[in-house]
């Protein structure tokens, strides 16, 4: 559990550290399409990482269903968030990578499915 939390706090550091270099650093640089693409790589990126926290800190789940959620968004946002950053600093080409957002996409739409099933499950949520 420690390390749900852990991760998620220099994901929550690295979101604000993006979204800062985008709107300062790359303002300049980027298209604004690509900034626009960026910042939803942040938005996505913060936003899940919010959610790890509050689930790692909900009482009525197992260890096993925070693991396992928490490990959905993790690769999510590492697949859909990084993707999107270094196809909008040119980094890559969409073309190349073209699979990796999607599919970090994928991730983290089953880790809601899961959190909803879960929820589901719970008998004394509160």
């Known amino acids: 559990m420690k ?3 852990t991760l998620a706090s220099i994901l929550g550091f690295l979101a604000v550290v993006l979204g800062a270099f985008g709107a300062h650093a790359l ?9 626009n693409s960026f910042e939803t790589g ?8 919010i959610v790890i926290l509050f689930i790692n800190s909900y009482s009525g789940f197992t260890d096993k269903i925070k693991n396992t959620i928490s490990s959905l968004f993790f ?3 590492l697949f859909f968030s990084g993707s999107i950053f270094v196809i909008s600093l040119g980094v890559v080409t969409a073309k190349s990578i073209w699979f990796i957002t ?3 996409g994928i991730l983290l739409i089953f880790g809601w499915l899961i959190m909803i099933f879960s929820f589901m499950r719970t008998k004394n949520v509160k």
């Open 27 to 35: 303002k300049e640089k980027l298209s604004p399409e690509a900034l």
């Open 102 to 104: 999607p599919l970090g």
């Open 42 to 49: 942040v938005r996505y990126m913060m936003y899940h990482t």
């Open 3 to 5: 390390i749900n939390f």
């Open 75 to 77: 690769i999510g946002i």
